[in-house]
């Protein structure tokens, strides 16, 4: 569906205050933190801005922001996992103005990291930027996944086929299905064009891309334990060229 320039100044201002939820958690994800303080930072900022969470109460999720530390991809759920010098945490935060939504992820270092998680969320970082390039009205949908991949995988990681990015808007989740990769069957989707609105976000594994659904029915890691990362931005495409809604 696409939006009016009134509906996405709206999404504008959800995004600022998504940007400023990462912000806040960043600053938090120090070692001796929990998990559930950084989700205590991220609801302050929700209460000062007069904004509303996307993420608690979705299907049941408890929390306003989803907390993956290390071989977690996403949906973590804040609890008492105690953060440790050396660990990565993806923080995938979104909120609500007037009813429209904005949602986005960024992972983070806790302290010094291995060389090999710092590669990882460079790589990571630069897929989602390299497919927001491609957000661009006459492109097709999957231009955007192809220069994901491209970028993710010829860093040497592999790219999360079962979870992909969505449309937004009046809803977190909308349609289309924006697949992190090109789909093997051919063909490059539907026309991108101005008014689109899409949350793009490459979530990337140090291993191979499988994943496995621990028993807490959200929390999604790597099948083989190795290091995960998550970006994400909202971005709307407009006559010139994609804004990303969700950036300080």
Same mark, same amino acid.
Request: proline share 5%; hydrophobic share 40%.
């Given at each position: ?15 600022? $205050?998504?940007?400023?939820?990462? @912000?806040?958690?960043? /600053? =938090?994800? *120090?070692?001796?933190?929990? &998990?559930? +303080? ?67 992820? $960024?992972?983070?270092?806790?302290? @010094?990291?291995?060389? /090999? =998680?710092? *590669?990882?969320?460079?790589? &990571?970082? +630069? ?73 793009? @976000?490459?979530?990337?594994? =140090? ?42």
């Amino acid at each position: 569906m696409r939006r009016s320039k009134e509906d996405i100044a709206k999404m504008r201002r959800a995004g600022k $205050v998504v940007a400023e939820m990462h @912000e806040r958690c960043t /600053e =938090a994800a *120090k070692p001796g933190a929990t &998990t559930a +303080d950084i989700d205590r930072v991220a609801r302050e900022v929700l209460d000062r801005r007069h904004a509303r969470s996307n993420f608690l109460g979705y299907h049941g999720f408890p929390a306003v922001i989803c907390t993956s530390p290390n071989e977690v991809i996403v949906h973590g759920i804040p609890g008492g996992y105690l953060l440790e010098e050396g660990d990565i945490i993806g923080l995938d935060c979104g909120a609500i103005i007037e009813g429209w939504h904005a949602d986005a992820a $960024v992972t983070v270092p806790v302290g @010094e990291v291995a060389l /090999e =998680a710092q *590669k990882l969320m460079v790589a &990571t970082r +630069d897929s989602l930027w390299a497919g927001i390039e491609r957000i661009r009205d006459g492109n097709r949908l999957f231009d955007i996944g192809e220069a994901v991949q491209g970028v993710a995988e010829g860093a040497g990681f592999s790219v999360v086929r079962e979870y992909v990015g969505h449309g937004i808007g009046t809803a977190m989740h909308e349609s289309p299905q924006i697949p992190n990769y090109k789909p093997a069957e051919g063909g490059r989707g539907i026309k991108i064009k101005v008014g689109h609105v899409f949350a793009v @976000e490459p979530m990337v594994n =140090a291993g191979g891309p499988e994943t496995f659904l621990m028993e807490d029915g959200w929390t999604v890691v790597t099948a083989d334990g190795s290091l995960s990362a998550h970006f994400e931005h909202t971005i709307a495409v407009t006559d010139d060229g994609p804004e990303v809604l969700t950036v300080p």
